[in-house]
């Protein structure tokens, strides 16, 4: 018979702390347990999922969520549903069939560890599986021989989509496009990297899809740059943060700043900013991210906003959120001061009023905006106080200086800069930057010799941002300088990148790569690596975020 709605009895106390000594599997005794459950007929299948969803519905009204198909996301929902089914587990198991057999599961399961990995049945429904069951059995499938995994690679792909769905995106043609690329290891990958629940949000999204397609060995499409291509060593804070920091602080009054008016919006900005600049970050956040600064090891790095918008496969909703970049040369509370202070201003910036008339103007005003936050080391060297990119820069596949019937278009063009540039999301914005054509390459903003006047770099004494005159880093001693300076002008010059083969072929082969897996033009944001080596210069491409370019 059910046992009704959860209750704190002494045998289900019993049966948590049994399980608590069991982190790892605690899930597959769980699982077990209401096997057992069901097998004897002491409870419906059926009949359990759908007394779960109704504890869960009472928890969100005792949480005070008075409307919680809006107060909370399908992320949220899904955690609040594996949680009270854990408990409602505990409390059937305990006041129906006691200890004793639960002791024999649990040696059960003990046992047929080894025998685990061999299990090719799917055994349980991924939509509402916890992470790792998910994860265990997607690795078995994803280890499997090829005659075998294509048994059960709608299996594979089944717990491919479900993890998709958490961790990225819900949005249709991006899920098709992921589940073909993503394998279960690159999904846990990022799973570990998780900084609280949610969403890595779009701009994360798009820089990870884009890396795995570029990583991938396509022996009919161009010539293999698999070790040529990877991403900084990130780290992602949940687009569900946003909320426990607005709720947590009392903010939640400015999520509706969406329908004021422009001018209001505009007025009530600089106070949302202050406020998010006070406001308090969760504790176990905090602690997390004291983590991330101590494998960060004291190198710069930067705070990116990773809306659930931004980066969209169907448009590119880029450059309307902070992104803060922060030296990391103080002290430890300094530093760590900096960068919450950096997640803060992200945060803020999700009321933006230059974002919210983008989101009016696709349509998307309604959209329950979430902010994730990507946390990532500056790629670049040292030299002498300073620290700076080799090369950052913007790529689209699709080159618009010419007609797209011109064959010339398809091999795109590029926008370099030396140092650090706030402005890679506005590719076609010359300012101190060089455009180029990749197809027989050559500079499209004027003269052979691109004056750069300025190059902005982290001064690692004073632990501040410069900007310097170009001169005071392209010297005789600059560790790139054979490969950047005109030895007659003493300026810096692109020559021996657009004329050196390797380079080229490099950046074609990943433009034209991704253009032909989103079906459409693409624009990317990277930055390059000169590896000096005996043979000649090597090349190690950075993607740092990647959308559609219609």
């Known amino acids: 018979m059910p046992t ?70 399908e992320n949220a929902w899904q ?34 560890q080894d025998k685990a990995p061999k299990a090719i049945e799917l055994t349980f429904n991924p939509e509402i599986a916890p992470w790792a069951m998910l994860f265990e059995q997607g690795s078995i499938y994803d280890a499997l021989p090829p005659p075998e995994q294509e048994k059960v690679k709608h299996h594979l792909e089944e717990i491919k989509v479900v993890l998709i769905k958490r961790l990225l995106s819900e949005h249709l043609p991006f899920i098709r496009l992921a589940k ?52 900084p060593d990130t780290f992602f804070i949940g687009s569900e943060i946003i909320y426990e920091f607005l709720l947590q602080n009392k903010l939640e009054r400015f999520v509706n700043q969406k329908y004021l008016s422009l001018e209001e919006m505009r007025t009530q900005y600089p106070e949302i900013v202050a406020c998010c600049l006070a406001g308090k970050i969760p504790n176990y956040i905090m602690e997390q991210l004291r983590d991330v600064l101590n494998r960060l090891n004291g190198r710069p790095f930067v705070v990116r906003s990773s809306s659930l918008l931004e980066d969209h496969i169907d448009y590119a909703f880029a450059g309307k959120y902070a992104s803060v970049f922060c030296p990391n040369q103080g002290s430890h509370a300094a530093n760590f001061e900096a960068l919450l202070d950096a997640i803060r201003r992200v945060f803020a910036s999700t009321f933006n009023p230059d974002a919210m008339i983008e989101r009016h103007e696709h349509g998307l005003i309604d959209y329950d905006e979430r902010m994730a936050v990507m946390i990532q080391p500056l790629i670049g060297h040292r030299y002498g106080r300073y620290f700076l ?10 080159n618009p200086w010419f007609e797209t019937a011109d064959s010339r278009a398809k091999d795109g063009c590029l926008r370099l800069t030396l140092g650090l540039d706030e402005r890679i999301s506005l590719p076609l914005q010359e300012g101190q930057a060089c455009i180029i054509s990749l197809n027989t390459p050559h500079y499209l903003n004027g003269s052979q010799t691109l004056i750069q006047q300025n190059v902005k770099v982290v001064d690692l004494e004073a632990n501040d941002f410069k900007l310097l005159p170009i001169s005071e880093i392209l010297r005789e001693d600059y560790p790139y300088g054979r490969f950047l300076l005109d030895p007659h002008t003493h300026q810096l010059t692109y020559d021996h990148l657009i004329n050196d083969e390797k380079f080229v072929r490099l950046m074609r082969t990943a433009l034209a790569r991704l253009e032909k897996s989103y079906d459409v033009p ?5 930055a390059v690596e000169i590896i000096d080596a005996p043979s000649g210069p090597d090349y190690k491409l950075y993607i740092l975020q990647c959308h559609t370019a219609v």
């Open 4 to 73: 009704g709605p959860l209750r704190s009895t002494t045998p289900t106390i019993d049966v948590y702390i049994k399980l608590a000594q069991f982190p790892i599997l605690s899930d597959r005794i769980r699982m077990r347990m209401r096997e057992e459950l069901f097998r004897r007929g002491i409870v419906d299948k059926t009949e359990f999922e759908q007394e779960v969803k109704i504890l869960a519905i009472e928890s969100q009204r005792r949480e005070g969520l008075d409307n919680p198909t809006v107060q909370e996301d």
């Open 180 to 231: 073909q690329v993503f394998s279960i290891r690159d999904l846990n990958w990022i799973y570990e990297r998780l900084i609280g629940g949610g969403k890595i949000g779009g701009k994360a999204s798009g820089m990870l899809l884009a890396w795995h397609i570029l990583e991938r060995d396509y022996h009919n499409f161009g010539p293999d740059i698999t070790k040529q291509v990877t991403i």
């Open 389 to 398: 990119p080799t090369i950052v820069g913007a790529g689209l596949s699709q």
């Open 522 to 526: 693409v624009q990317f944001e990277f």
């Open 79 to 112: 955690r609040r549903l594996e949680t009270i089914r854990d408990l409602h587990t505990d409390n059937y198991f305990a006041n129906n069939l006691g200890i004793t057999l639960l002791d024999h599961l649990i040696d059960e399961v003990l046992k047929n």
